[in-house]
C-alpha cells in the first residue's frame, strides 16, 4: 500500500483570510503531494514498500544513505500534522489540564506565546518551530528543514511550518506576521490538548 496523500481536515477556504485556498492549492496540493510522490518512488519494489510512515522515519533518521527517505517521509507526516495543528476559528489561549501544563512550563500563556515566536521566527532558513513533550516535560524547539521530533525521541504537540512555501503567497516575507495570525486565528488546541492526553 503507498503512502496517502491525506485530505485536508477542512475545506481549503476555511481559514481565510489568514490561511487562503490559494495558498493550500500549492502548500497540500503540490508541495505536500510531491513528498508523497518522491517517497512512494523511494520505496516502491523494497520492503519499505509495507512499512508504516512512522517506522520510514525513525528507521532512515541520522542514516545519511537514507536522506531522500527520510527527508520525503518527514515531511510527509509533518504537513498532515501541521494541517491537523490548525481548524477555522482558532487560536487564542488553550484551556483547561494544557493551559495549566504550559503556565507551568513557560510561566503563562504570554511567556509561551513570545518564546515559541522566537523559536519559530529564529529559524535560519527553512524548517518547524515546535510545542514538544520531550522526557515528560513541555519544550519549545526548532527544527531544520524536514527533521521532527519523533527522530529526535521527542513527541510532538503543535507544529508551525516557517518554510517560506508555507507562508509567502499570504504573507510575503513577513514570517513573524504569519506566527502571530497562527497563534491569534489558527492554532487547533483541541488537538495539541489530544496530543498531550496520548502521549506516551
Ligand atoms: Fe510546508
Redesign the pocket.
Given at each position: 500500500m503507498a503512502i496517502q496523500l491525506p485530505p485536508l481536515p477542512y475545506p481549503d477556504t476555511a481559514l481565510e483570510p489568514y490561511y487562503s485556498s490559494k495558498t493550500f492549492g500549492f502548500?497540500h496540493g503540490k508541495?505536500?503531494k510531491a513528498y508523497v510522490d518522491n517517497l512512494n518512488k523511494l520505496i516502491a519494489g523494497t520492503p519499505l514498500e509495507a512499512k508504516p510512515l512512522e517506522e520510514l522515519i525513525v528507521g532512515s533518521a541520522g542514516d545519511a544513505a537514507k536522506a531522500g527517505i527520510f527527508n520525503n517521509s518527514a515531511?510527509v507526516w509533518?504537513?498532515t500534522f501541521?494541517w491537523n495543528c490548525m481548524r477555522p476559528g482558532g487560536g487564542g489561549r488553550p484551556q483547561g489540564n494544557l493551559a495549566a501544563r504550559i503556565d507551568g512550563a513557560f510561566g503563562g500563556y504570554e511567556k509561551f506565546a513570545e518564546q515559541f515566536k522566537a523559536a519559530a521566527v529564529g529559524r535560519f532558513g527553512s524548517g518547524w518551530g515546535w510545542l514538544t513533550l520531550d522526557g515528560g516535560a513541555l519544550k519549545i524547539t526548532s527544527t531544520a528543514n524536514a527533521d521532527t521530533p519523533m527522530a529526535n525521541r521527542q513527541t510532538a504537540l503543535l507544529t508551525v511550518?516557517v518554510?517560506e512555501?508555507?507562508y509567502y503567497l499570504d504573507y510575503q516575507n513577513r514570517r513573524p506576521d504569519f506566527i502571530q495570525a497562527f497563534l491569534e486565528h489558527l492554532v487547533n488546541w483541541d488537538f495539541v490538548a489530544a496530543n498531550l492526553a496520548t502521549a506516551r
Open positions: 502548500h508541495h505536500h515531511q509533518n504537513h501541521f511550518d518554510w512555501h508555507a
